[in-house]
Structure formats: C-alpha cells, structure tokens
C-alpha cells in the first residue's frame, strides 16, 4: 500500500531531551512538510523540503530541525531548545507540480513529561 | 502569514441539513484545496478548485471560489454523523508550499 507513515503514534519526552519523530512515504514525492497542530488549532508550518538534501524553514522552525538523505524519509527533531514541544505533529508529501494535493500521515502526540 | 481563515470556527447541525463553511486567503492562487481531518487523524484531501474555476462538485461536497473577494466555500448537502470532523482550507503558494487555515469543526447530530 502506498502512503505515509509516522511513527510513533504516541511519543513522550522529558525536559531537556532531543527527540526525532519519523516521517516515511513510499509515494515517490519530491516535497515532504513537517506541521505542528497544537489543540483547537490549525496547522502551522515547520520545514518543508522540495528536493532530496534541500529543506527549508516554514513560519516556526526555531527549535527544530530536519535532514532529507533520501527521498522517502523527512525525519523532524525536535530539540530542547523547543520551549513549549507539547504538541500533535504531522508529516505531509505530494509530487512537484501545479494543483497537486498533500497526503498526510496519521500523525504522532508528542508530550513532555 | 499566508494562511487562510475559515468561518466559522464551530458549527454544529441535525442530520439531514446542510453545512456551509467558509475561508478566506491572502494571496494570489493558483487553486484553492479543502480538507477534511477527523479527530487526531492526519487530514484527508478532499476537492481542488482551480484558479479560473468558479464551482465544482463532488458527491454532496460543491466547493465555489470568487477570486475578487480571496474566498471560497464548502457546502456538504444531506450531512450524516460521519461527516463530524474538522475542514480546512489550503492555498499551495508557489505551487506546493501549502498553507492551511484554522479550520471549521463540524459537529453533525443523530
């Protein structure tokens, strides 16, 4: 089955600690995003990446970061440097091209403890 | 921030009525796409409407697009239970950076 896969579902971390959350597509798509959904709300941009060993910043990068070695990977670090990380995260891809759709996984819950 | 907005926030209906939800962009577009998350899911697309499109339909989804006033509506006709969920807008920017609204969650009673 082609799609993409987050894991885990559930993540809990502790003050202080860096933790890396995996993103996985099998869909063969250029582009790969991060978000982060905080509870009630939209969603808001981490980095997004267009090509294999290219990323970018989106609007809230500061405390995060990423690496795209491959094409069907976009793993998402978030750091102690991330004040506030209690969050849902959500890994999104979709192919290079006008009127293309983003695919999204299932998302992980990531909470500090 | 580019993001849209989508009206209103919460809207909560019998089964059997309609649903019309609302969203609002900032910038130019090249389309308008909408959709759907349930209840800590990841979001599933659920209907694109181009730039030089006005209407389109989808089953009991008709998604319209006035590109003077930067706004776009979903209608979901005949909601059901299952359609409980939250909408959101995105508006790729430079065709696939996709930013998304807020959203509208849909509360559709028994």
């Known amino acids: 089955d082609g799609g993409i896969t987050q894991s885990p579902k559930y993540l809990f971390r502790k003050e202080g600690q860096n933790v890396t959350l995996s993103c996985e597509q099998n869909?063969?798509?250029?582009?790969m995003y991060w978000y982060r959904q905080d509870p009630g709300q939209g969603l808001r941009l981490i980095y997004y990446?267009?090509?294999?060993?290219?990323?970018q910043k989106g609007d809230i990068a500061e405390g995060y970061s990423v690496s795209r070695e491959k094409k069907e990977s976009f793993p998402l670090t978030v750091t102690s440097a991330q004040k506030n990380p209690t969050a849902f995260y959500l890994c999104?891809?979709?192919?290079?091209?006008?009127?293309?759709?983003?695919?999204f996984g299932q998302g992980t819950r990531l909470t500090v403890v | 921030s580019q993001q849209g907005e989508e009206d209103p926030q919460a809207l909560s209906i019998q089964e059997g009525e309609n649903a019309t939800m609302n969203c609002s962009y900032k910038?130019?577009?090249?389309?308008l796409q909408w959709y759907r998350q349930n209840s800590g899911r990841g979001l599933v697309h659920l209907i694109l409407?181009?730039?030089?499109?006005r209407e389109k339909h989808s089953g009991r989804l008709r998604v319209t697009l006035d590109t003077s006033k930067k706004s776009s509506s979903l209608l979901i006709t005949a909601s059901r239970a299952a359609d409980t969920a939250s909408y959101f807008c995105a508006n790729p920017v430079n065709f696939n950076k996709f930013y998304f609204g807020s959203g509208t969650k849909l509360n559709v009673k028994p």
């Open positions: 999104a891809s979709s192919p290079q091209g006008r009127d293309t759709e983003a695919f």
């Open positions: 990446s267009q090509i294999v060993n290219d990323f």
């Open positions: 409407i181009r730039s030089n499109e």
């Open positions: 869909l063969n798509h250029d582009a």
């Open positions: 910038t130019s577009i090249n389309n």
